[in-house]
């Protein structure tokens, strides 16, 4: 009788494939099922910062998660390319700006230094001494030396090439019709190629997750949140650092590009870019860098990052629903909490205590908010 235990997860994300990375290297036989190809929706539509401080505006639990992935991150990454055979996924260690325009922006970044860790103001005329072609009215800001990045499609190459070679069962193009389940417990799964069975089944479906649970009395509040982002390139690159600002980030990579985001939609599922959104997004990303003004346009294109209402990811398990682990709606940071939550997911699998407190992300807060 085969006694090694077997996951099934629905979502072939960054999420959903760190989880299975995870859960193969400590000894569960997984199976990564995805409507369409891995690792291809929100996950390669990102900047790829790993802004556990910069996009963070006040304590409590999700900072907590955000740095204790951040924490794993350096080391992952390495690990990740070892696992693949050498692919890269571009992590660059040179930090972000976070540039205030006006007394407003100032007082809202340092009120962050009595909790922030790893964070220190910056005078306008000492951040123009690392990056010369910031705009010469900015005010000052704001630098995060621990907040890296790292290039979203070539983490993408890395962990596809990782778990191939780990010897994960993929299933692309194979959707999901519903979850089974059997004298109350989550047992499995209902695809287009047949039924399939495991000990664990963990939802990381993003902003479709939803629907694989409503059938079973379990509304999760999510939506989908549209970002458009371009990328650009210049003569010769002019920051070396990520440049961020209220409503906008530049983030140089190691092709000599710039990747410019992003907006915020709730449009549905439309992922179409628009003119409007591009000139919006370089008009912003010019204000900040005026040398990008005859920057040459590379590429647009947009994602559906899996929002939540109240702003937290569902992480954990639901006492309503035995047998199914819940990991989705990491909305924008997604990237950054992959290696974290891949953790926390695997202790869960393994009985083992997490690492952290997941009751501020527990699935069953939406019966409470309900009531």
């Known amino acids: 009788m085969n006694s090694t235990p077997t996951a099934i997860i629905v979502g072939g994300g960054i999420i959903g494939s760190t989880i299975a990375l995870d859960l193969i290297r400590a000894g569960v036989q997984c199976t990564i099922i995805d409507k369409g190809a891995l690792l291809q929706e929100a996950s390669t539509a990102a900047a790829g910062m790993l802004g556990a401080q910069v996009e963070i505006h006040q304590p409590g639990a999700f900072y907590e998660l955000c740095r204790l992935s951040q924490l794993l991150y350096r080391g992952w990454a390495d690990e990740l390319e070892q696992l693949s055979g050498g692919v890269s996924p571009q992590y660059i260690n040179q930090g972000i700006l976070r540039i205030a325009w006006n007394e407003e922006d100032e007082v809202e970044l340092k009120s962050r230094l009595a909790w922030i860790q ?29 907040d890296h990045q790292v290039h979203p499609v070539y983490l993408a190459k890395t962990l596809q090439a990782a778990l191939h070679k780990q010897g994960c069962d993929i299933r692309e193009w194979t959707p999901v019709f519903n979850l089974i389940e059997r004298s109350g417990r989550v047992v499995g799964v209902r695809t287009s190629e047949g039924e399939l069975y495991a000990d664990q089944v963990i939802v990381c479906a993003g902003a479709w997750s939803n629907a694989l649970t409503e059938p079973l009395g379990f509304r999760l509040p999510m939506f989908p949140s549209k970002g458009q982002c371009i990328s650009v390139k210049t003569t010769a690159p002019i920051i070396k650092k990520t440049i961020f600002t209220k409503g906008g980030y530049i983030v140089p990579k190691q092709d000599g590009t710039m990747l410019i985001g992003a907006t915020q939609e709730e449009a549905g599922f439309d992922k179409r870019c628009h003119v409007s959104a591009v000139s919006a997004l370089h008009a912003k990303a010019a204000t900040l860098l005026p040398a990008l003004e005859q920057a040459e346009l590379v590429s647009t294109w947009a994602g559906l990052r899996p929002g939540t209402r109240d702003g937290l990811p569902y992480l954990g398990i639901s006492s309503k629903l035995p047998g199914l682990i819940f990991s989705t709606g990491h909305y924008r940071n997604g990237i950054l909490l992959a290696p974290g939550t891949g953790k926390l997911v695997r202790q869960l699998v393994l009985g083992q205590q997490p690492d952290m407190d997941l009751t501020a992300f527990a699935p069953d807060r939406i019966f409470a908010t309900v009531e």
């Not at 705009?135 to 030396?145: C, D, K, P, Q, T």
Request: glycine residues 6%; negative net charge; hydrophobic residues 50%.
């Open 118 to 146: 790893d964070a220190e103001w910056m005078e306008a005329e000492a951040m123009r001494e690392w990056e010369p072609a910031i705009a010469s009215n900015v005010r000052g800001g704001m630098y995060f030396a621990k």
